[in-house]
Nanobody, 118 residues
Framework: QVQLVESGGGLVQAGGSLRLSCAASGRTFGTYNMGWYRQAPGKEREFVAGISWNGGSTSYADSVKGRFTISRDNAKNTVYLQMNSLKPEDTAIYYC???????????WGQGTQVTVSS
């Protein structure tokens, strides 16, 4: 079992920054690829950013490329999402994710709300 707990969300003006954190517990943190997703009211959950198990590769949705940065610190059992130049359309609940892999069902955190005002 893996538990994921997001934090760092809040209310920020357009152009501002937030840093989200996802603290993991359970099986060895460093063995998992991880990602961030977000879901706005009435919309499907969408991929935001992903990072490989050792941090060697990252990927981003086109909508956040150049503004968001995903990183991880396996010694601290934490993955981060640095969000800069925030826009109102970034408003959503942000979820940390471990994808299914080799018999693992995958895991989701409870989400943290990000609201960007105009």
């Amino acid at each position: 079992q893996v538990q994921l707990v997001e934090s760092g969300g809040g209310l920020v003006q357009a152009g501002g920054s937030l840093r989200l954190s996802c603290a993991a517990s359970g099986r060895t943190f460093g063995t998992y690829n991880m990602g961030w997703y977000r879901q706005a009211p009435g919309k499907e959950r969408e991929f935001v950013a992903g990072i490989s198990w050792n941090g060697g590769s990252t990927s981003y949705a086109d909508s956040v490329k150049g503004r968001f940065t995903i990183s991880r610190d396996n010694a601290k059992n934490t993955v981060y999402l640095q969000m800069n130049s925030l826009k109102p359309e970034d408003t959503a609940i942000y979820y940390c994710n471990v994808p299914p892999f080799r018999g693992s069902p995958g895991y989701w955190g409870q989400g943290t709300q990000v609201t960007v005002s105009s």
